[in-house]
């Protein structure tokens, strides 16, 4: 049977001491329980009180500001480098703010997030391949402005089924302050940990460090289930939230256990309402950078609603080697931490970049749609030293670039004005004739569980410049793929895509639903209904931001 350690008990009875206080006692305040157990006490909990309905929103959700880039030409810039991204959050939380009956913030919407939160049924690598994932490429019209053509450039991860993965040693982080007293945050943390917990095998190992006014080590290491599920049930909401000193116990948690064969990892769970100590974005990257030297790897959760701070835990994931997932529902729980565990906990590769070149006897301008916060300087692609996105078991990665074909007008704005001193390609008998463009990829492989090569291996795969088909009639990972693009291209109310609409995107999805085993594609077309609705009600449907000078 699960004992909570001394600190986690003497917690427990600061917080019935604080419950008093509450109820109007003079002799029991919040800082005599200070006095009592002193400032190291760790308390994780005010009171046993059931947990609080989610409150209503507030405008206290933070989200990166996302510049879109518009089309650029190939003489004014003919590389496009991106880190990989293989972040949901940004899908799971608009579906959220969709079904609490608004529409999203822009920012809020990372196009290549929707993209990347729906399975495609691609090739994986053949079994002995010096790679661990294997590239698809296709080219079509884009349905929104159909002179110009659509290139999907896609990666798919070797699959591992759950009992081949490496052993697991894992480090629950788990925010109990009182921003997360609530049954869409503490509450629904707790179920899909237990999820993850009914999923674990004999070999695998959990500790658990909470904090609220400080952290404490909640349950050392074990493979024991059941402790495991005592100890989720313990915890309480209450106080402030020690974000930074959390981290710090976390990690030095698993470098004690650190097991060179199994896949070590610190698993975050909180709003990411961090107010005492470390609390600042860049401290708090600084932090998890230093600590992914060792070898131990950081994935968020997002929980809750009101004050999601959705830009920091987005930032603390890509800087510590991992990914971050918004927890919306019990089902999203169970897709993230179950049937997805080896694309969120098991990396087959690290640092995994992408540079396109493009060529400009076939290319009038090109643009990139998403990944706004993960360009990179074109000198950066070939940098070891630069960090860049994880790639996980089973992943599969998307990018969508819109082309407009050489002789094709090009928008106002793109690119800069034509050189006065250097000639055009031309069209046939260059170097490169017939290729559309040259896309390049980067990557560290992994050596080992949660171990990785210093030096990167580059794979190149030239796309040829064949005319491009009615997508309506392209493959269905292509079809699926940008009716998500252009969804997400109308929610963010993009300045590039003026022909974009929600019954576009709702036309092509219903054609390119699939086996849709888990219903994830049904529920995209319901939520585009749900905006579409949300949009005519509210006039937004007309608008659109416009293009930057």
């Not at 029991?28 to 009171?47: L, M, R, T, W």
């Not at 927890?327 to 540079?355: F, H, P, Y």
């Not at 090009?410 to 040259?438: H, I």
Request: glycine content about 8%; aromatic content about 6%; charged content about 25%.
């Amino acid at each position: 049977m699960y004992t909570p350690p001394p600190l986690a008990r003497a917690s427990l009875v600061a917080g019935l001491l604080l419950f008093l206080a509450a109820c109007g006692s003079t002799d029991a305040s919040h800082s005599g329980a200070n006095e009592v157990f002193g400032d190291a006490a760790y308390a994780p909990s005010v009171a046993q009180a059931p947990l609080a309905e989610a409150p209503p929103p507030t405008d206290r959700e933070a989200y990166a500001a996302l510049d879109e880039t518009g089309f650029v030409t190939p003489e004014a810039a003919p590389f496009s480098t991106f880190s990989i991204d293989v972040d949901r959050a940004s899908y799971a939380n608009v579906r959220r703010i969709l079904g609490e009956g608004r529409l999203p913030p822009a920012d809020a919407v990372r196009v290549e997030e929707f993209v990347n939160a729906f399975e495609y049924d691609l090739v994986a690598p053949e079994a002995g391949s010096r790679h661990p994932f294997a590239i698809e490429t296709e080219i079509a019209r884009a349905p929104w402005a159909p002179s110009h053509h659509l290139v999907r450039v896609a990666m798919q991860a070797r699959r591992m089924d759950t009992e081949d993965l490496p052993p697991l040693n894992l480090v629950f982080l788990l925010d109990t302050s009182g921003s997360m007293n609530s049954a869409d945050k503490l509450g629904l943390l707790k179920q899909g940990l237990k999820l993850l917990t009914h999923a674990m095998r004999p070999q695998d190992r959990v500790a658990i460090v909470a904090y609220a006014g400080s952290a404490g080590l909640v349950l050392p290491s074990t493979s024991d289930r059941g402790e495991i599920l005592d100890a989720l049930d313990w915890l309480h909401a209450g106080g402030s939230t020690a974000g930074g000193e959390g981290l710090r116990l976390a990690y030095a948690t698993a470098r004690e256990r650190f097991d060179p064969n199994a896949t070590n990892r610190v698993i975050l769970a909180t709003d990411g309402d961090f107010n005492v100590g470390v609390s600042s974005d860049a401290e708090m990257q600084r932090l998890v950078e230093r600590e992914r030297a060792s070898g131990v790897m950081l994935s968020v959760l997002g929980f809750g609603r009101g004050n999601l701070q959705d830009s920091k835990m987005e930032a603390l994931a890509d800087h510590g080697n991992g990914n971050y997932a918004y927890i919306d529902s019990i089902r999203e729980a169970e897709k993230v931490l179950v049937r997805e565990m080896g694309g969120t906990l098991v990396a087959l590769a690290k640092d995994v970049k992408v540079q396109v070149e493009f060529n400009p006897a076939h290319v009038a301008a090109y643009r990139l749609i998403g990944y706004e916060n993960r360009r990179l300087r074109d000198e950066e692609f070939n940098d070891d030293t630069r960090d860049a996105g994880e790639l996980g078991a089973g992943h599969t990665v998307t990018a969508i670039y819109e082309v407009i074909p050489a002789g094709q007008p090009v928008p106002s704005g793109a690119g800069v004005d034509a050189p006065r001193y250097q000639q055009s390609v031309p069209a046939s008998g260059a170097r490169g004739a017939g290729e559309l463009m040259t896309v390049k990829f980067r990557y560290k492989p992994a050596t080992g569980p949660g171990t990785f090569s210093d030096e990167s291996i580059r794979l190149d795969r030239v796309v040829r410049a064949d005319e491009a088909q009615d997508v309506r009639v392209s493959s269905e990972a292509m079809r699926w793929a940008t009716a998500v693009t252009e969804g997400a291209m109308v929610l963010r109310q993009t300045a590039y895509a003026p022909g974009a609409s929600y019954d576009h995107a709702l036309d092509l999805a219903r054609t390119a639903r699939g086996q849709d085993p888990h219903g994830d594609r049904a529920e995209f077309v319901r939520l585009l209904e749900t905006a579409r609705a949300l949009a005519a009600t509210s006039g937004r449907e007309a608008q659109a931001r416009a293009v930057p000078d």
